[in-house]
């Protein structure tokens, strides 16, 4: 049984304070029923890493170098050395805005996982994708390249699925929909190894809220999910965390 996994991505959001104090309500009332990981913004991680011990934690980007000259950039090093668990690789919004590419990503992926730091791979289509029906290619496409080159060590990362058309649109993916495609998900992964498609936690994202997390969660193959905007809503978060049983 896959224990389930709840993200909250809060991208480029928030401040100091605003930050200490709505993670500050959402540790003083987890459900304990799921794990939780938090990505907050670079500047934030260490200071929140600190204050709140059982919580995890994850960088929403790293780069694709081990060290070295790269003015900018946040090794993996650097995230396991604060004590972070987790890291977000391939977000849409990455590939979007940076050109993120599949031999970027399978980098990002490797250094991860050199410091024992869990990456969650995110996949998913756009409208115009899902509309000429290739949705199913486009996921084979963009988890062919993680899984020729991590190989048995894929067991070690968890998935998104985030469709594209319906991250910060607040058009939610139906949970037929989402449970169709991580299905297919799995699929591909038992393509290469059943045993470890059964282990590995593909989570939902996009739009998820309070509202429909119960539906999503209830789903086969849905382990939880991968929340942007309701995650910076305390009340809103803590009710999705309580749905992911
Ligand atoms: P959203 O974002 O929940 O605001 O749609 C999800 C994500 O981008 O991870």
């Not at 389930?4 to 959402?26: E, F, I, P, T, Y």
């Not at 934690?57 to 900018?72: E, I, L, P, R």
């Not at 309701?230 to 999705?240: H, N, P, Q, T």
Request: proline share 3%.
């Amino acid at each position: 049984m896959r224990r389930k996994l709840v993200a909250a991505n809060w991208k480029m959001h928030g401040s100091r304070d605003a930050n200490r104090a709505l993670l500050a309500a959402v540790a003083a009332s987890l459900p304990g029923s799921c794990d939780v990981v938090v990505f907050p913004p670079f500047p934030y991680l260490a200071e929140l890493i600190a204050a709140h011990a059982g919580i995890g934690f994850g960088g929403q980007d790293v780069s694709a170098h081990a060290a070295g000259a790269y003015t900018g950039e946040v090794a993996a090093s650097m995230l396991r050395d604060i004590g972070c668990g987790y890291v977000l690789v391939g977000h849409s919004e990455r590939r979007q805005y940076h050109h993120e590419d599949d031999a970027l990503i399978c980098a990002k992926l490797e250094r991860a996982l050199e410091q024992g730091i869990t990456p969650i791979l995110c996949v998913g289509e756009t409208l115009d994708q899902r509309r000429q029906g290739v949705t199913e290619a486009i996921i084979t496409a963009q988890l062919h390249a993680p899984l020729q080159a991590l190989g048995e060590r894929i067991a070690r990362i968890a998935i998104a699925y985030e469709p594209v058309w319906a991250i910060g649109t607040g058009h939610t993916a139906s949970a037929a929909q989402a449970q169709a495609a991580h299905a297919f998900i799995r699929s591909q992964l038992a393509a290469r190894d059943a045993k470890l498609s059964r282990m590995i936690r593909v989570l939902y994202g996009g739009s998820v809220k309070a509202a429909n997390a119960s539906d999503l969660f209830a789903q086969p193959d849905i382990d939880g999910g991968l929340v942007g905007g309701a995650s910076l809503v305390a009340e809103e978060f803590l009710a999705i965390c309580a749905a992911a049983r």
